[in-house]
């Protein structure tokens, strides 16, 4: 009898190249959330996600003495994945008294981080509660890009990758990922 192969949906969805679809606000890099939820509902159609209620209200937020918090729950095949994220403004700052809109871009935050849990953009916030790290140096970068060149990579991914080293967003701490993810999935 024929074993079927099993494919680990995180696998398959951390091997998918999302460097395209990054996008910065000021110093920090994001994945949309439509382009999450759009690649993560091609790959798994069933997947949902619940943004967490609070109160008789039933409110979208939860007001801490931190600071207001929203929660998101992606589930892919029947995994949950929960993120909580507190509401900030476009310089990673707790708002004070948040409005609907900042409420609801923390909420689609969430989401897009919450679906990072279960693999797809999960490289992007490796090291984001960690200091700065160093740049590559000249021979880390010849390597990297070498090896984009010898996978003929596309032209706009090896322009995406040289401005990730150039913003420090490929550094000396991620650099083995990076050229682990880029040998999976080239």
């Excluded at 159609?45 to 003495?65: C, D």
């Excluded at 993120?83 to 409005?99: E, F, G, R, T």
């Amino acid at each position: 009898m024929a074993t079927k192969k099993t494919t680990n949906y995180f696998t398959e969805l951390d091997r998918v190249d999302v460097t395209q679809h990054i996008e910065k606000k000021g110093k920090f890099s994001y994945l949309s959330w439509a382009y999450a939820v759009r690649e993560l509902k091609k790959r798994h159609p069933s997947a949902t996600w619940t943004v967490h209620e609070y109160g008789e209200e039933r409110l979208p937020f939860v007001k801490t003495e931190c600071g207001f918090f929203v929660k998101v729950t992606v589930t892919v095949d029947d995994i949950d994945a929960t993120q909580v994220h507190p509401v900030l403004d476009h310089q990673n700052k707790a708002i004070a008294v948040p409005n609907a809109f900042q409420i609801n871009t923390s909420i689609q935050r969430c989401l897009a981080k919450a679906i990072a849990l279960h693999g797809l953009g999960i490289h992007l916030y490796a090291g984001e509660d960690l200091p700065p790290s160093p740049p590559i140096d000249g021979l880390q970068q010849k390597e990297l890009l070498d090896l984009l060149t010898d996978r003929n990579a596309e032209e706009g991914l090896v322009d995406t990758v040289r401005h990730q080293i150039s913003i420090g967003q490929i550094n000396k701490s991620n650099f083995l990922k990076a050229m682990e993810h880029y040998t999976n999935t080239l």
